[in-house]
């Protein structure tokens, strides 16, 4: 199920990518058709399992505002970047934002996990430093403010009520913003059939059954090695953008990989100390 959870995943920004960086479908329908389709699928599931809709009541306003965020600025993100530049920038963004969140609520890390700390932001600050194989710096700023807010979904998750509902909910939430996102940007309304069928793919599929799958997952592996697990997403999706989309895998893209990577690795390797009284 980890497994399943992190191609789907990966898939995600390979989609995405596709999609609106190669004009089949502007940034604004995508993420609504994102949210739609996977909306739908995460209601059927719960119909089937429990005969019923999703309760729509106790839906965290926060984590709406936190999904939508994430969902929007990562549609639009990937006008600007590479798939495997992104996905390695909103993983860093979202691993960063909890780590700061950890220790703002008293968490303290051992001297091995700032040592991971600071590779893993010098690994970060080299691959959006300027240079020849350097992501735009809009679209950068764009992936990781949807990556920040991914953390913050994340985190807002951890009082959440049974996860696939509590998503589902969440998801139908999000429906109608995306639909403003959609119509204030009419100007450059674009659908074409690949479009849509990618942006359904994404939704129904890539991130609907991507979240199933994830869930499941969890109830078998502890917390840190959860976490841990989710680091090989941008290595999927780089080799995805190279097979797929014929996207390089540059020095520069490759060096910031093990850098990020290994640092959040030994951050999430080390037990964390008790929280400060």
């Known amino acids: 199920m980890a497994a399943i959870a992190m191609l789907c995943f990966a898939a995600n920004s390979l989609l995405c990518r596709l999609a609106v960086a190669h004009g089949q479908i502007d940034p604004g329908s995508f993420t609504t058709t994102r949210v739609l389709s996977a909306a739908i ?11 019923r809709f999703p309760r729509l009541a106790s839906t965290n306003l926060l984590s709406v505002v936190a999904l939508f965020t994430y969902l929007v600025f990562f549609s639009f993100a ?24 950890a220790f703002w609520e008293g968490e303290r890390f051992k001297p091995m996990q700032w040592a991971g700390l600071t590779l893993a932001l010098c690994g970060f600050i080299f691959l959006v430093l300027p240079g020849a ?5 809009f679209g950068a700023l764009l992936m990781a403010i949807a990556g920040v807010a991914f953390g913050g979904f994340s985190l807002l998750a951890r009082g ?66 959860a976490a841990t697990v989710q680091l090989s997403m941008p290595a999927l999706v780089a080799l995805g953008g190279a097979a797929f989309l014929s996207e390089p895998l540059t020095g520069r ?25």
């Open 41 to 51: 699928m995460l209601g059927l599931v719960i119909w089937f399992d429990r005969g």
């Open 78 to 101: 990937y006008l600007r970047v590479d798939a495997g530049s992104g996905a390695l920038i909103v993983i860093g963004a979202t691993q960063f934002s909890m780590f700061g969140v």
């Open 133 to 137: 194989h350097a992501p735009d710096p």
């Open 160 to 225: 959440a009520g049974p996860p696939v509902e509590a998503n589902a909910s969440t998801f139908v939430y999000c429906l109608l913003p995306a639909i403003v996102v959609t119509l204030v940007g009419v100007h450059e309304f674009t659908i074409t059939p690949v479009g849509l069928a990618l942006a359904t793919a994404s939704g129904a599929i890539a991130t609907g059954f991507g979240y199933v799958a994830w869930y499941l997952a969890l109830r078998e592996l502890p917390a840190a090695r």
């Open 253 to 277: 893209l490759l060096i910031t990989s093990v850098a990020m990577l290994l640092g959040i690795a030994l951050v999430l390797g080390q037990r964390v100390a008790a929280p400060a009284r």
